[in-house]
């Protein structure tokens, strides 16, 4: 017998991990490790998700029509301008599938979100990454990675693990500098958060231009990460060939009545942003104050480093949390082996994190 060869570049890919979610021999542990709402979802979704049950025997709809509705109606868009998908992940994927391939490249930030890369490798497109620039991403050293093989390029604003933005003044002049013919993908899987007067999350990039595309997820703000549920706003043209390559019923039905749900409870959702915006500074400096290196983040998590060598490592502290119950998250595979991400999680939880890491520094 002969094993089937796969396509160039799969290979290539390292399969994402996920944040951990249990330790070995312990119970419920403090899960910081994948950025999930700290309050959990909407009340109104959980009761969504359960009277949607009843209808598990029914196809979803193919076009998550009301969806996109609710999606256009709570933020104000086109509805024919919205493709859903089961998370940023998939949607990520098929641009990937939709405008590269061998021979081509996807540009994207030097600790940008990994699953870039994996997509690239998997269309067998060459993924290329710009240097940042004290972990932010670099417009300048993006454009000067820029050329004719340049098909895509991948933008998280804020960015997933650093925690840092870009100026809506800096994406406008990446757009303007990118080649013709290649997509802007803007990447704003955490802008319920930011609150900042110059970001922009690309929904006037989209509006006015005919290759720029916006991501979002309900996975942060609306926590509905185990529903699997993301959704882009695209030109028209780019969201006709979307839907020209997506399944047929690629969202569940379950997600599909979830997210009508949380876009429905704007009560919840500002509780959310209320929290974090209450303890993500307070979390920020009381890591400071314990000597650590903190990235400045508008999103709902930190980047903290920790020496290179010696005792107090990164993965040093890593393992000390974890005896603790608290799984935070290494980010080596992002190529920062000298820092850890936390989620901002419950005031119960940040002060077991701080206390421990008071410990742990000792």
Not at 35 to 55: T, Y
Not at 80 to 96: H, N, Q, W
Not at 132 to 153: G, Q
């Amino acid at each position: 017998m002969t094993t089937p060869t796969p396509r160039p570049g799969i290979l290539s890919i390292e399969p994402y991990v996920g944040g951990k979610s249990a330790l070995p021999g312990q119970g419920k542990p403090i899960k910081l490790s994948s950025n999930e709402g700290a309050l959990g979802p909407s009340p109104r979704a959980i009761a969504a998700v359960q009277k949607s049950a009843e209808g598990m025997h029914r196809y979803p709809d193919g076009g998550a029509s009301d969806l996109r509705a609710a999606i256009a109606k709570r933020f104000g868009l086109s509805a024919e301008r919205i493709v859903c998908g089961a998370g940023s992940d998939e949607l990520i994927a098929l641009l990937c599938r939709a405008y590269a391939g061998p021979g081509d490249e996807v540009l994207y930030s030097q600790y940008g979100f990994v699953m870039y890369p994996i997509a690239t490798h998997g269309v067998g497109a060459m993924p290329v990454a710009a240097p940042e620039r004290d972990y932010r991403t670099d417009v300048d050293a993006l454009l000067a990675k820029a050329n004719a093989r340049t098909k895509i390029c991948f933008v998280a604003n804020p960015n997933n693990p650093t925690g840092t933005y870009i100026a809506a003044s800096e994406l406008k002049r990446l757009r303007e500098g990118l080649p013709p013919g290649a997509l802007l993908v803007v990447d704003a899987a955490y802008a319920e958060y930011v609150s900042r007067n110059d970001y922009s999350n690309g929904t006037d990039l989209v509006e006015t231009r005919d290759d720029v595309v916006m991501l979002r997820t309900f996975s942060k703000i609306f926590a509905l990460g185990g529903m699997r549920l993301g959704w882009g706003y695209c030109p028209p043209a780019v969201a006709d060939v979307l839907h020209r390559l997506r399944g047929p019923f690629n969202v569940a039905a379950a997600a599909q009545a979830a997210g009508i749900a949380a876009l429905e409870d704007l009560a919840f959702a500002d509780q959310s942003r209320a929290h974090n915006d209450m303890w993500l500074p307070w979390f920020s400096e009381e890591l400071k104050k314990l000597g650590l290196e903190v990235t400045p983040s508008v999103g709902n998590f930190v980047l903290v480093g920790f020496p290179v060598a010696g005792p107090h490592t990164a993965a040093a502290a890593n393992a000390f949390l974890n005896t603790r119950g608290i799984i935070p998250r290494l980010v080596a595979n992002y190529g920062l082996p000298n820092h850890i991400r936390i989620t901002i999680g419950t005031e119960a939880e940040l002060r077991a994190v701080t206390a421990a890491l008071a410990d742990f520094l000792k």
